[in-house]
Nanobody, 123 residues
Framework: QVQLVESGGGLVQAGGSLRLSCAAS????????MGWFRQAPGQEREFVAF???????YYADSVKGRFTISRDNAKNTVYLQMNSLKPSDTAVYYC?????????????????WGQGTQVTVSS
């Protein structure tokens, strides 16, 4: 059974940093893309970043230059380093992995999802 467990969220002041982790279990994910998404209160879930099985990384324009996604296949873990945080980054952050290998993880795709971790950025 596949499980994704996020950690690392919290409360931080604007301009600060946080590092999120997502540990996956149940299978080996080296051939899968892995991604981060977020959902703010009253808003739809949105894409943040994903890292492909090739380790190429892609970002939403809103976080480009501030966030860095990485993966450690040996640990089946994906990370999101978030720097220069803004109040607009406040949301619940979810990691996701598609159900099939060699597939780009997308917001509306068939994915495994974690339970989410809260990130709150104060002004």
């Amino acid at each position: 059974q596949v499980q994704l467990v996020e950690s690392g969220g919290g409360l931080v002041q604007a301009g600060g940093s946080l590092r999120l982790s997502c540990a996956a279990s149940g299978r080996t994910f080296s051939d899968y893309s892995m991604g981060w998404f977020r959902q703010a209160p009253g808003q739809e879930r949105e894409f943040v970043a994903f890292v492909a099985w090739t380790t190429s990384a892609y970002y939403a324009d809103s976080v480009k230059g501030r966030f860095t996604i990485s993966r450690d296949n040996a640990k089946n873990t994906v990370y999101l380093q978030m720097n220069s945080l803004k109040p607009s980054d406040t949301a619940v952050y979810y990691c996701a992995v598609p159900r099939r290998p060699y597939t780009i993880v997308q917001t509306m795709g068939l994915n495994y999802w974690g339970q989410g971790t809260q990130v709150t950025v104060s002004s």
